[in-house]
């Protein structure tokens, strides 16, 4: 993998996004755009706009990563919390987790609910955990809590160097509700644009293997010029499949397309990505994104 690609995602690696507290990996994202000449600016919900040039073709990708929120009390006086990854229980028992102001637990599954167990501190009401694993490059893959959408953020940036103008929007988990995110699509201003998102590896499609392009389905369909991507020679499925982000680019009027990274151990502590899977995505996102 490049150096490019492994120095981008250690970079990240320390930075929370937790849902409704995405601010440090959305500044970080912020500078980075900055840099390459794009204006930024975030709304009060936590979205993040970046656009340079013209604005160009767009890029949708969510910022949040998994999180766990105490609800209040439960058995034997624990946490009780709710869970913001769709893994079960039994999956998810026995994982550590920290909090933004310091505070670490173990997610404990008892008696039919998920439970914080502290390990420093009492949890407060409303307080947001995230999986206290760290995220880290080893032999072939990026590995860790969140891993995934970090690496579709490294594809991204490292495309979006090949481009003078685009738009990216960066989605908080509380600034895209069904009315709100359509709403923000709108505002873009795009004419097309390509969404991101991840796959579970056991979804028949293996990781190492390529990204995979959403060609159709019974509300998104793929948009005819997007085809010659299909034939680009890349480690690359066609599938039909519904993602939310995807499917709400053509109401808005855009011409999208929708592309997924496949991930091994999705929405837990040790999201696997191989190294070859985001790279294909990089150079397929050159591609999405090049001039009409």
């Given at each position: ?16 996004s937790a849902a ?148 990216l929007l960066g ?94 151990y999705l929405g ?25």
């Amino acid at each position: 993998m490049s150096h490019e690609l492994v120095g981008l995602f250690a970079a990240m690696a320390p930075l929370g996004s937790a849902a409704g507290g995405e601010g440090p990996l959305r500044d970080w994202l912020a500078s980075h755009l900055m840099e390459q000449g794009a204006d930024v600016s975030t709304d009060a919900l936590g979205n993040l706009l970046a656009r340079a040039g013209g604005g160009g073709p767009l890029v949708l990708c969510a910022l949040d990563e998994p999180t766990f929120f105490a609800t209040g009390t439960g058995h034997e006086g624990r946490g009780v919390v709710a869970s913001g990854t769709a893994l079960g229980l039994e999956v998810l028992s026995g994982r550590r987790v920290r909090s933004a102001g310091g505070h670490e637990a173990l997610l404990q599954a008892r008696a039919g609910e998920l439970l914080l167990d502290p390990l420093s501190g009492l949890p407060e009401v409303g307080e947001a955990f995230t999986f206290a694993q760290e995220r880290r490059a080893v032999e072939g893959a990026l590995v860790g809590p969140d891993a995934g959408r970090r690496s579709l953020i490294c594809a991204v940036l490292a495309a979006l160097k090949w481009r003078v103008d685009f738009t990216l929007l960066g989605l908080a988990r509380a600034g895209f509700s069904p009315q709100g995110g359509q709403d923000l699509l709108l505002r873009s201003g795009c004419s097309r644009g390509v969404a991101l998102d991840l796959l579970e590896e056991e979804d028949e499609h293996k990781v190492g293997c390529g990204p995979v392009l959403l060609a159709r389905s019974s509300r998104y369909v793929a948009p005819e010029r997007m085809r010659g991507l299909f034939g680009t020679g890349r480690q690359t499925a066609v599938r039909p499949e519904l993602r939310s982000l995807a499917a709400r680019l053509q109401p808005a009027g855009i011409e999208g397309l929708g592309i997924c990274l496949p991930v091994r151990y999705l929405g837990g502590d040790q999201e696997r990505i191989a190294y070859q899977d985001v790279e294909g995505l990089r150079e397929l996102l050159k591609e999405a994104l090049a001039p009409s």
